[in-house]
T-cell receptor, first 116, second 111 residues
Framework: GAVVSQHPSWVICKSGTSVKIECRSL??????MFWYRQFPKQSLMLMAT?????????EQGVEKDKFLINHASLTLSTLTVTSAHPEDSSFYIC????????????FGNGTRLTVT | GEDVEQSLFLSVREGDSSVINCTYT??????LYWYKQEPGAGLQLLTY?????DMKQDQRLTVLLNKKDKHLSLRIADTQTGDSAIYFC???????????FGKGTKLSVKP
């Protein structure tokens, strides 16, 4: 089945630094990938929609300069948390679907970000 | 607006059947989904059902869809301790777009 690989699985960084999270579709091409954030014991909150070859679409309340998204190829999207603060600590999950025909949304295993 | 509701907790005994219920609001959703999330992990797609279907069965999983009432359920037969997880229901308004998730039902399976 379709596999979405997310890296790293967890990361600890200091306040003020930037962290890049990668999301790859391993056996399919994805023109669109979605980035979610999940707070403890809560559901997933869509942050942005990553579009291959064009600018990402951000949800209301999500700072585009804070969460930089790049979707440079049909198999890779990256989320960079810039100038991280402790309140950015969260679980970030990406998802993607195959461009061909209809396919369900598949999720990566998530990245646990802790900002100290 | 778009909203997906599901109960937050369900506790069953090992070997019993579990039924997790969900209601959604967007009648244009072409597909409806069930995902499983284990602690510290991402979401695993369990199954999905096309909106013109009433039922879909896959091994121990049975999905029932009542489109008139916008009600979706997931039945897990012979529930095992390994089924303990959070189960998310999701609707997909616009077949290629984002999913709208419920808050998740935490299933606890007691031996």
């Amino acid at each position: 089945g379709a596999v979405v690989s997310q890296h790293p699985s967890w990361v600890i960084c200091k306040s003020g630094t930037s962290v890049k999270i990668e999301c790859r579709s391993l056996d399919f091409q994805a023109t669109t990938m979605f980035w979610y954030r999940q707070f403890p014991k809560q559901s997933l909150m869509l942050m942005a929609t990553s579009n291959e070859g064009s600018k990402a679409t951000y949800e209301q309340g999500v700072e585009k300069d804070k969460f930089l998204i790049n979707h440079a190829s049909l198999t890779l999207s990256t989320l960079t948390v810039t100038s991280a603060h402790p309140e950015d600590s969260s679980f970030y999950i990406c998802s993607a679907r195959d461009v061909q025909g209809y396919s369900p949304l598949h999720f990566g295993n998530g990245t646990r970000l802790t900002v100290t | 607006g778009e909203d997906v509701e599901q109960s937050l907790f369900l506790s069953v005994r090992e070997g019993d059947s579990s039924v997790i219920n969900c209601t959604y609001t967007d009648s244009s959703s072409t597909y409806l989904y069930w995902y499983k999330q284990e602690p510290g992990a991402g979401l695993q797609l369990l199954t999905y059902i096309f909106s013109n279907m009433d039922m879909k069965q896959d091994q121990r999983l049975t999905v029932l869809l009542n489109k008139k009432d916008k009600h979706l359920s997931l039945r897990i037969a012979d529930t095992q301790t390994g089924d303990s997880a959070i189960y998310f229901c999701a609707e997909n308004p616009g077949s290629q777009g984002n999913l709208i998730f419920g808050k998740g039902t935490k299933l606890s399976v007691k031996p």
